[in-house]
């Protein structure tokens, strides 16, 4: 196989060097023994276009997109998932028939973690702190669970009053602060943020005895279906790759 016929693939943001994304992606590209090449792709806000542009010409058989640019590459793509559409944003890309395709994959990756770190969970309410990119995959992910009541909990009230008329009935916004105390011994409390591994409020749940999620698991069930896109096998989220990830957060290495 040549150099030219060997699928390339990335991750696009700005700033870029912290992702995690080439580990994971190269950890399933070795395990699967396919050649293919992952790797981080630094693009300023100006840039973004041309880079989507290269995509449908072919320089690379997809992309996953981080901030700032899921919204962008949202309005780059000639045609979109139900999913991205609902969400307004795409964070994974690829090429077909010429096209420039876009999908979100936040939500099966949020509720493919909740799943295997919390199996059995189910809940008909749900408070989510922010009101970003992020809040809309998993307002869209509870939601889709039947979660019948949804506050949103954010510093700037009228972002997160904004989020809640999208979505409509059962989703609502306060002001007020969180405070973990009030909660019933059987609630869950996840983070997305996964540096570090444990977060404050994670930290703050687990000394109440709750059961955590940290956000580890969201980032590799997220990256599933755009390796499967790109290199045609459905790979699978493991206890190494998992180790291989917290010890490059923690520089520990097991």
């Not at 059987?186 to 930290?203: E, G, K, M, Q, S």
Request: glycine share 10%.
């Amino acid at each position: 196989m040549s150099a030219l016929e060997i699928p390339r693939a990335g991750v696009v943001g700005w700033p870029i060097a912290h992702s995690r994304s080439p580990l994971i992606h190269n950890y399933w590209l070795k395990t699967h023994r396919i050649a293919g090449v992952y790797e981080r792709i630094a693009a300023p806000p100006g840039a973004f276009a041309a880079f989507a542009q290269s995509i449908r010409d072919g320089a690379l058989v997809g992309a996953n997109v981080t901030v700032p640019h899921k919204e962008a590459a949202f309005a780059a793509c000639d045609w979109l998932s139900p999913v991205a559409g609902e969400l307004g944003a795409a964070n994974t890309l690829w090429r077909e028939a010429g096209k420039l395709c876009g999908d979100n994959s936040d939500v099966v990756g949020f509720l493919a973690n909740l799943d295997e770190s919390a199996p059995g969970w189910r809940a008909r309410r749900a408070t989510i702190i922010g009101a970003g990119g992020a809040a809309r995959a998993v307002v869209a992910g509870l939601r889709s669970r039947g979660v019948e009541t949804i506050t949103l909990v954010n510093r700037t009230h009228e972002r997160a009053r904004r989020l809640a008329r999208q979505f409509g009935d059962g989703v609502e916004a306060v002001s007020d602060v969180v405070d973990l105390s009030p909660l019933p011994a059987h609630a869950l409390v996840a983070d997305l943020v996964y540096v570090p591994l444990r977060t404050p409020l994670i930290d703050a749940a687990a000394a109440l005895g709750l059961r955590v999620v940290d956000g580890l698991g969201m980032l590799l069930h997220q990256a599933a279906p755009g390796f499967e896109r790109w290199f045609g096998v459905r790979p699978s989220v493991t206890a190494q790759l998992r180790a291989l990830i917290e010890a490059d957060i923690t520089g520990v290495v097991r």
